[in-house]
């Protein structure tokens, strides 16, 4: 069956924008923009970079000879050794400085045109005939159609949408989760899918990382596979990293890695990648578009188009002055503000969001997020009746989904950057009246919020938080309960040294305690600093994401797991925290299992929270924690005894003992709130 298909009548988002912002002072004030992924809020971050030194002014850069004439089409050397340094410091992301000079980018590697799109069209005229198909994972950005669609290239995109378990291919108008792996839009079996359908030679696979709009960063090994499976088609790889520098939520179990780090330095002569100064400096009108490839042949075709798009000398003889100011911080102090700025203000959002109900799809990194609207707009009719709402009721402009990217009908993309914090809050605040005012088309599906809203916030954000949440902060009980300790002095009663590996271990407390009851203690989890105090407290303590498998040592003769399945987020990954536990056993060694019990009946308190939050993560007893501002932290699920019986048994574990008891909540210490305490045997 086919995919969904493209629209047939784009919503021309960018042209309303022009018009907008040149129509009456009074109309062009009230119209907000939250459409156009164009950074305006480090622009005052700038201004330093371009400072000069005594006796030099900003006029003698821009005046010197050589930015004043003519030179290498693709940049003069000088532009090019300074860039390649940039590069190498600051683009090369998931490296150590140890692994730096291994990586290093050579200027010939890097070629310069007048944006990004110029580079794209370029390359594209240099690796593609009329006709080809390029494959691209959809959503993406707009402004691809108009690239690869357009009259010079005469090229045609081909959508690429993960193929549901099962291998079959999508149904006939379905749409694929959004929130889904990101790995599943480049998985081979994806490629292969999308490669069959095209009728036409298929010439370039091009990849954003991290995406637009999705906000979403690859693993390591689904980069390679897609390289992989790109050359044995015969297929060219380009890779769009315009948001390189963009990472503002990362997530600890998948950090970003550059394309040329995860291919371990080595791109060859089918792999290209594109850079701009435009999202990261904010310099869009500088027009300044980066390729590096290692194919002398592509350098050398793509260098007989570039005459006619070059890049301004000035505008290079500038940005080149920024890479290299030596003072205020320099560029590396620039970079580091720019991502705390936009980690601050996509949280400002986030919270704004969150406070009017609006359904949004957690980003890793980009200047956007994406709303799931479905419940108001199902067709491409009623998606554009709704974005001319916004915009005619409320003068907002966002990107919509289904007529400029590729989404389902209903996903509208808000993009941060173009204004300041308070006015893009405002914005939220306008889509809220016109969204009150508008008619539901349906009730939103289970999947728009259990999925999009719950399981990416989980996975995507909450991880993040917890990675990133001060050690002392993170909430846990201080003593083992008495259940445990009683299991624990029996397997230490045994003799010899046992094995105990915490997951969750925290700041190690608890598994100092274990250790001096005789056991060899080793730990994991998610939070780098939590685990460097465990290694002072002389553990053997690691960061690792335990949904994605420990490494199944099966030596273990105890695994405790405190509270942590309450937390992991959705069913799967309270399902995948259990096998990876059991993994990590030897046959016969004990699981010591806490988890948050249903505590509806003993706290009203805890049976609003489940009310409150039901129709947004779509199960019961599964709620949102939240910070005192209201910004979403993390998932917690509260389970019965029969749901902890039924994840050990899937796990292949035996209960030998369940104790349920009656505490203080860990972050809410006057509350109360029920507890289960299993201990549980590997078969």
Request: aromatic letters at 8%; proline letters at 6%; hydrophobic letters at 40%.
């Amino acid at each position: 069956m086919a995919p969904p298909v493209w629209p047939s009548e784009k919503i021309n988002y960018i042209a309303e924008h022009i018009k907008a912002v040149n129509a009456t002072p009074r109309e062009a004030a009230e119209y907000l923009c939250m459409a156009i992924a164009e950074n305006k809020m480090t622009l005052d971050l700038m201004k330093p970079l371009l400072d000069c030194e005594d006796g030099v002014a900003l006029r003698d850069v821009l005046l010197d000879v050589r930015a004043c004439g003519y030179d290498n089409p693709t940049g003069d050397l000088p532009f090019r050794t300074a860039l390649a340094e940039f590069y190498t410091a600051h683009l090369l992301k998931g490296c150590t400085e140890e692994e730096r000079g291994k990586y290093r980018v050579p200027p010939e590697a890097l070629m310069t045109v007048s944006g990004a799109s110029a580079v794209m069209d370029v390359l594209l005229s240099v690796l593609t005939r009329p006709g080809d198909h390029v494959l691209i994972p959809a959503p993406h950005y707009a402004g691809y159609i108009e690239v690869v669609e357009s009259v010079r290239l005469q090229t045609k995109i081909m959508p690429v949408h993960p193929v549901p378990q099962g291998g079959d291919a999508p149904r006939e108008g379905s749409w694929p989760d959004l929130a889904a792996n990101a790995d599943d839009w480049i998985a081979p079996a994806a490629l292969e899918a999308s490669y069959a359908r095209a009728e036409r030679r298929a010439s370039v696979l091009l990849l954003t990382s991290p995406t637009n709009p999705t906000g979403a960063v690859f693993s390591k090994a689904a980069l390679q596979g897609a390289v992989a499976w790109a050359r044995g088609h015969g297929i060219h790889t380009v890779v769009d990293e315009v948001y390189a520098c963009e990472v503002h939520t990362p997530a600890a179990s998948r950090p970003y890695l550059s394309t040329r780090v995860a291919l371990d330095g080595a791109l060859g002569e089918d792999v290209h990648v594109l850079w701009s100064v435009s999202k990261t400096f904010g310099v869009a009108g500088w027009r300044i578009g980066v390729l590096m490839t290692e194919s002398a042949r592509v350098r050398g075709l793509f260098g007989n188009h570039a005459h006619m798009c070059e890049a301004s000398r000035c505008a290079l003889a500038a940005f080149r002055h920024c890479i290299q100011q030596p003072r205020h911080g320099g560029v590396a102090g620039y970079l580091e503000a720019h991502v705390a700025r936009l980690r601050e203000t996509y949280g400002t959002v986030c919270r704004a969001l969150t406070k009017h109900g609006i359904p949004y799809l957690p980003a890793t990194a980009g200047l956007f997020v994406l709303l799931d609207l479905r419940a108001y707009a199902r067709t491409p009719d009623e998606e554009r009746a709704l974005y001319y709402a916004f915009l005619e009721q409320q003068r907002v402009n966002l990107t919509p989904g289904f007529g400029a990217l590729g989404c389902a009908p209903g996903w509208f993309r808000l993009c941060f950057a173009y204004n300041a914090p308070a006015r893009t809050v405002g914005g939220v605040e306008r889509v809220a009246q016109v969204l009150a005012a508008f008619p539901k088309t349906a009730t939103p599906p289970a999947q728009a919020w259990a999925q999009a809203s719950y399981h990416a916030q989980d996975v995507a954000q909450g991880k993040a938080d917890w990675g990133r949440m001060p050690w002392e902060a993170i909430p846990s009980k201080p003593d083992l309960p008495p259940v445990f300790l009683d299991t624990l002095r029996g397997v230490a009663a045994r003799g010899g040294a046992p094995k105990l590996l915490d997951i969750g271990c925290g700041d190690g407390r608890i598994g100092k305690k274990v250790q001096e009851m005789g056991f060899e203690v080793s730990g994991v989890d998610i939070n780098a600093d939590a685990v460097e105090h465990a290694r002072g407290l002389g553990l053997d303590a690691r960061v690792a994401d335990c949904t994605a498998g420990l490494g199944g040592a099966a030596g273990f003769d105890a695994v405790l797991c405190q509270l942590v399945v309450s937390i992991i987020g959705p069913a799967p990954n309270r399902a995948a925290l259990l096998k990876s536990a059991a993994a990590e056993l030897r046959p016969g060694g004990l699981l010591l299992l806490s988890a948050s019990g249903d505590s509806g009946a003993i706290n009203e308190g805890y049976a609003a929270l489940y009310a409150k939050d039901r129709p947004l993560t779509g199960e019961d007893r599964t709620y949102l924690s939240r910070d005192a501002e209201g910004r979403v932290l993390y998932t917690t699920h509260h389970f019965t005894r029969e749901e902890l019986a039924a994840l050990c048994t899937a796990a292949g574990l035996d209960v030998v003992d369940v104790v349920e008891a009656q505490e203080s909540s860990s972050r809410r210490p006057d509350q109360a709130a029920a507890f289960y305490y299993v201990v549980a045997c590997r078969r």
